[in-house]
């Protein structure tokens, strides 16, 4: 069968393409044949080098992916041939909290991804997917609308009539976006572009703010609340951010701090106001199966910002290392 393997964290030329023998489902295992995939901001992380030090070494690329099942192993209870499902981001987390060892086993890292004609896992580490989405919608959601899901509807989930502040328009804002909105929050928004800020206001966004027409957006968003703060933050930005968003939360509020994403210096004075600081790497395996209730109810689509063929893969990776993507980049089979 036909992959892309990581072959070292040498940039775009680490991602290969490669053959490998067709998989056999074993006891309490399936066999899915993949019809899409999308990409994360991780990918490009793990692919240069900076990835918590964690280098692959020829293990199938991506953790993202949807297909159907075609064989089941002994034992199997909870799928069969013909169902359409997603393996799980992690290959180890089942439910309840993560374990310090489970890092180690999410996909597309030091252990296989999706990124293949045929994947083999558990029964356990795979979900339905939800009847109204396609393979390709439903390939964007294991890693960045699960983050989104689990930052929202963690311990202390949004309330309707709670607001949300969301940065940019990747995956994981877009997705918190279309979250929050479907809980009945207030959402502000922030993008570096007028166009992208109107992707934003039809996801859901009830306020933007420009953050190159606005470089000190925290006063925007103390103007937008009254002064108060909102009761959320999606924090994807990085170092350039996080102290910023802390000033933009209010008493008791929270900052959810997307796993590699949001990094940086923060000044701890800023949190003498009772706000709090969690971080988020992605979620569990039933962490995914609630989160597709809360898409089959509401009837969610991923934002999709462009399509390549598996052909095409390492342009994909390009598409999405130029920053020009607006929600998934998506690979079909």
């Known amino acids: 069968m036909k992959v892309f393997e990581l072959r070292g964290a040498n940039g775009l030329e680490s991602v290969v393409r490669g053959e490998r023998p067709e998989p056999v489902p074993e006891r309490g295992q399936i066999l899915v044949r993949m019809k899409a995939w999308s990409l994360n901001h991780r990918d490009l992380l793990i692919v240069n080098n900076n990835y918590n030090g964690l280098v692959p070494n020829g293990s199938i690329a991506l953790s993202d992916g949807a297909g159907e099942v075609i064989a089941v192993g002994e034992g199997v209870r909870r799928f069969r041939a013909g169902d359409r499902v997603s393996p799980t981001f992690s290959s180890s987390w089942i439910s309840g909290p993560m374990a310090a060892t489970d890092p ?9 991804g999706v990124l293949a004609e045929l994947v083999i896992c558990d029964e356990r580490q795979a979900v339905m ?4 989405l396609s393979f390709q919608e439903a390939a964007c959601l294991p890693c960045a609308a699960v983050t989104a899901w689990n930052a929202l509807f963690g311990p202390r ?6 607001t949300v502040l969301t940065l940019g328009t990747g995956g994981v804002s877009t997705f918190a ?8 929050a207030r959402v502000i928004s922030t993008s570096s572009s007028d166009e992208k800020l109107e992707v934003a206001r039809r996801l859901g966004a009830t306020e933007t703010i420009n953050y190159h ?9 103390l103007r937008l609340t009254d ?10 930005g990085g170092g350039g951010t996080i102290n910023r968003s ?22 701890p004075r800023l949190l003498v106001s009772w706000k709090t600081l969690r971080g988020i790497m992605v979620g569990s395996a039933a962490d995914h199966a609630s989160m597709n209730r809360l898409v089959d109810f509401h009837r969610i689509q991923p934002l999709i910002s462009d399509v390549f063929s598996f052909e095409d893969t390492v ?13 998934k980049v998506v690979i079909k089979a």
């Open 104 to 112: 180690a086993g999410f996909r597309g890292a030091l252990v296989d």
């Open 129 to 132: 997917i939800p009847d109204h």
């Open 157 to 162: 989930p949004v309330l309707s009539g709670q």
């Open 177 to 184: 976006i279309q979250f929050a909105n479907a809980a009945g």
């Open 213 to 221: 027409a606005s470089p000190e957006w925290q006063d925007e968003v």
């Open 227 to 236: 002064g108060r703060g909102v009761d959320h933050v999606v924090e994807v």
């Open 246 to 267: 802390v000033v933009s939360t209010t008493v008791g509020g929270q900052i959810h701090m997307i796993g590699a994403l949001s990094t940086g210096a923060l000044n």
């Open 315 to 327: 342009e994909a990776y390009r598409y999405l290392e130029s920053g020009s993507a607006i929600g």
